[in-house]
């Protein structure tokens, strides 16, 4: 048992949506998470600056004495997990994308026809594609980068014209063309988009790896005896390198609470 919390970090906000499915499967654990939102977006940035920030995270987590690392970020995930891993060689860190990969290989079959939608970053890895085609190889699988998505949402703009029009602009052609039945949200803001898409994509088949990575880190923490005890009682704190309006009103919105045990808190890392 370890009443130690778990550090999540992400660009921005995005993670956030991995929150609440783990308070749901794992109510004893309490989290620090740090949204890097005066550094957002990530996902078109070079990938050395993406490592710098992550480490830099990492670094600040890790200093708070998180018992496990969560990336809930595909971008960094796809980028700076095995670095991550090197830095700090004894502390369990879980990425979001083999979790998903393993879920598209177990539901689908060699009649689906899968896309995947992520930042440029994520997407010029192949990591998901390359996951996927080594656990199953007969599966078919696209992808594209549909890069400004994660400042509209950052800004807000969701259940609106704005982002139903840039959803048509990236996806009609991809969906419609590849005759998609199957669809990766590869990039942890794009769970904010999913009414969206269901509506303008009826019948499209959604896997979210905010929510496959849950089965993840239960069972690293099972395996390490580091599962919090019934006892434990704690505080979720919640940092951004820019605590904006925006920020507390998102979090707000995406973990549909106002809980009072949720703290709020400002953390600049200078480069
Ligand atoms: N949530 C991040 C991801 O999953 C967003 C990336 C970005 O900041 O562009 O990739």
Known sequence: MDNRAIGFFDSGLGGLTSIPPLFKALPRERVIYFGDTARTPY??????????????????????NVKMLVIACNTISTTCLE?????????????????????????????????????KVT??????????RTLAPELTVFDRATPAFVPLI????????????????????FVAQNRLDTLVLGC???????????????????????????????KTLAERDLLADESQEGENVFYASDLSENFTRMIQRILETERSDLILKFKNLDL
């Open 43 to 64: 996902g078109s940035k070079a990938v050395s600056t993406i490592r710098q920030y992550a480490c830099q995270i990492a670094d600040f987590l890790v200093s708070k």
């Open 83 to 119: 670095e991550l891993k090197a830095r700090f060689p004894a502390l369990p860190i879980v990425g979001i994308v083999s979790p998903a990969a393993e879920k598209v290989a177990a539901s689908c079959d060699k009649t689906n026809r899968i896309g995947i939608i992520g930042t």
């Open 123 to 132: 997407i010029a890895s192949g990591a998901y594609r390359d996951m996927i």
């Open 154 to 173: 950052e800004e807000g703009i969701i259940e609106n014209e704005i982002m139903d029009l840039t959803i048509h602009y990236y996806m009609d052609d």
């Open 188 to 218: 942890t803001h794009y769970p904010l988009l999913r009414k969206n898409i269901e509506r303008l994509y009826p019948g499209l088949e959604i896997i979210d790896p905010s929510q496959e990575i849950i089965g993840r880190i239960r």
